[in-house]
């Protein structure tokens, strides 16, 4: 399972887990809460009927009194009010009063009057001097039927001489407790998808970083020249990666001293020892024609040299670089034709002709224009050297999805199969079709060139004899 798809699951079981904890605490404060604050309210209402009830309670005038006549007016009363979203045509409280034997002697439905109450527990507890509350189920098989019933003493001085119960069905406040708790889900079904969309994007977010390093340590384990990776907002990230770059510079620097001087001296020996073999001999008396041989030779050799140290110091610059310089775009078709304008004599003195096909216009490149020159003109130059006298070169450009392949085909022999995977092998090479002697450093540079730009170079054999590939990327 990736790294990234890890964590998402991970954030994903805390957020649900959290949001389902959340809600299940919340929905079971919410009834309770709601409850409480209308037992208070019918605690006040009982009280406040109490007071009211009393002088005709003690009068014994109940019946037939005024509090009497209220409540049976109240019972008619037909509200149209409308709470938030919910709307209430009818009132729900209900009143009875009892005596101080627990019998019913008013009740503003109807229903219980001469009834024994006595054994409620709003009513006994209050007879009792204490708080008198209770809950019964109007339907025993609706569980939503509940009943609160909230009783106050009515006194005649100290003495408790009967109970006023107020009581209101917790049905009714059921909107409100749905309304609430649907509100609830909503808001915690954002809250879990916000989570989730913060969590993908953290997951994503840090996964790419992880990704941009492993991609990184690849590019560097298989030689490429990749840059440093950058991360925006993240010190640790940035940390690793700069530390992960020091060490390829610190490793690639000591790998590369040691290959440089190494195969520096092993190519130098060869024009060291026929310099030296010819200034021995120069050294005895010899004919004009045979000195002027000797001493050609050693330029030649000096020349050879001094191409060895130029290439190796071009070729250390551009591995010592992982990204590009003053980077634009570029026209290839343009560049191409400043390469055979500088080689014109060369093609002229071994009448190798040219030809080309690059459409009307070929789509841009992006890299540096003389880097990319000069890998044009060393594979050019390539083409030229094993082309024979009086063949042809064909150059043609064209677009692979977002690449822009070049290919120079010249006429010549094959490259030889054991020759195939070492032509990018520094101080390989081939014998020229010229006579001169190659470094085989031109390949290796070309290679560097194209690789910086992240691009590809091969070289394999055609019909016709070679064909060298370039694809770099485009605008």
């Known amino acids: 399972m990736r790294f990234s798809l890890r964590i998402f699951l991970g954030y994903f079981l805390l957020v649900a887990l959290l949001a389902a904890y959340v809600l299940n605490l919340v929905r079971e404060e919410v009834k309770p809460a709601m409850r409480q604050s209308a037992e208070e309210v019918l605690l006040d209402t009982a009280n406040l009927l109490a007071a009211m009830i009393q002088p005709d309670f003690v009068a014994g005038r109940l019946d037939d009194g005024r509090f009497a006549a209220a409540m049976a007016q109240f019972a008619l009363r037909r509200p149209q009010a409308q709470i938030t979203d919910v709307k209430h045509e009818r009132t729900y409280l209900r009143v009875y009063v009892t005596d101080a034997r627990g019998k019913v002697l008013l009740d503003s439905e109807r229903t219980a009057v001469g009834k024994d109450y006595s054994q409620w527990r709003d009513v006994v507890r209050t007879l009792r001097g204490e708080y008198g509350a209770r809950t019964t189920l109007a339907d025993p098989d609706n569980p939503l039927s509940t009943v609160m019933h909230v009783a106050a003493p009515i006194k005649n001085g100290d003495q408790i001489i009967g109970v006023v119960t107020v009581s209101r069905p917790n049905l009714a406040m059921q909107p409100y407790i749905e309304r609430s708790e649907r509100k609830l889900s909503r808001i915690v079904i954002a809250v879990?998808?916000?989570?989730?969309?913060?969590?993908?994007?953290?997951?994503?977010?840090?996964?790419?970083?992880?990704?941009?390093?492993?991609?990184?340590?690849?590019?560097?384990?298989?030689?490429?020249?990749?840059?440093?990776?950058?991360?925006?907002?993240?010190?640790?990230?940035?940390?690793?990666?700069?530390?992960?770059?020091?060490?390829?510079?610190?490793?690639?620097?000591?790998?590369?001293?040691?290959?440089?001087?190494?195969?520096?001296?092993?190519?130098?020996?060869?024009?060291?020892?026929?310099?030296?073999?010819?200034?021995?001999?120069?050294?005895?008396?010899?004919?004009?024609?045979?000195?002027?041989?000797?001493?050609?030779?050693?330029?030649?050799?000096?020349?050879?040299?001094?191409?060895?140290?130029?290439?190796?110091?071009?070729?250390?610059?551009?591995e010592a670089r992982h990204e590009l310089h003053?980077?634009?775009?570029?026209?290839?078709?343009?560049?191409?034709?400043?390469?055979?304008?500088?080689?014109?004599?060369?093609?002229?003195?071994?009448?190798?002709?040219?030809?080309?096909?690059?459409?009307?216009?070929?789509?841009?490149?992006?890299?540096?224009?003389?880097?990319?020159?000069?890998?044009?003109?060393?594979?050019?130059?390539?083409?030229?050297?094993?082309?024979?006298?009086?063949?042809?070169?064909?150059?043609?450009?064209?677009?692979?999805?977002?690449?822009?392949?070049?290919?120079?085909?010249?006429?010549?022999?094959?490259?030889?199969?054991?020759?195939?995977?070492?032509?990018?092998?520094?101080?390989?090479?081939?014998?020229?079709?010229?006579?001169?002697?190659?470094?085989?450093?031109?390949?290796?540079?070309?290679?560097?060139?194209?690789?910086?730009h992240g691009g590809q170079i091969r070289l394999d054999n055609h019909p016709r004899g070679v064909l060298a590939q370039l694809l770099l990327p485009l605008v």
């Not at 690849?218 to 530390?243: Q, Y």
């Not at 343009?334 to 009448?351: D, P, S, W």
């Not at 096909?357 to 060393?378: K, M, S, T, V």
């Open 326 to 452: 003053d980077a634009q775009a570029l026209d290839l078709a343009a560049l191409i034709r400043t390469q055979i304008e500088a080689l014109h004599n060369q093609l002229g003195a071994r009448q190798i002709s040219w030809t080309g096909d690059w459409g009307a216009e070929a789509p841009l490149i992006w890299g540096e224009g003389f880097l990319l020159g000069q890998a044009i003109r060393n594979i050019l130059q390539n083409a030229i050297d094993f082309t024979q006298r009086n063949g042809q070169i064909e150059i043609n450009i064209l677009r692979q999805g977002n690449e822009l392949q070049l290919n120079i085909i010249n006429d010549g022999e094959p490259i030889p199969d054991y020759a195939l995977g070492r032509l990018f092998e520094r101080f390989y090479s081939l014998p020229r079709g010229n006579g001169q002697k190659s470094t085989g450093l031109g390949l290796v540079l070309t290679r560097a060139i194209v690789q910086l």
């Open 192 to 318: 879990i998808i916000a989570g989730l969309i913060a969590g993908a994007l953290f997951s994503w977010w840090l996964s790419r970083g992880i990704t941009q390093l492993t991609d990184f340590a690849r590019d560097v384990s298989a030689g490429k020249p990749a840059p440093v990776p950058r991360f925006i907002a993240n010190r640790e990230l940035t940390s690793l990666a700069s530390a992960l770059g020091a060490m390829r510079d610190e490793l690639d620097g000591k790998a590369y001293i040691e290959n440089y001087v190494h195969e520096l001296t092993h190519e130098l020996k060869s024009p060291l020892a026929g310099i030296r073999a010819s200034a021995e001999i120069l050294q005895d008396e010899l004919a004009v024609a045979d000195r002027q041989r000797f001493l050609l030779h050693i330029d030649a050799e000096v020349v050879r040299m001094q191409k060895i140290v130029d290439y190796l110091l071009q070729l250390a610059s551009l």
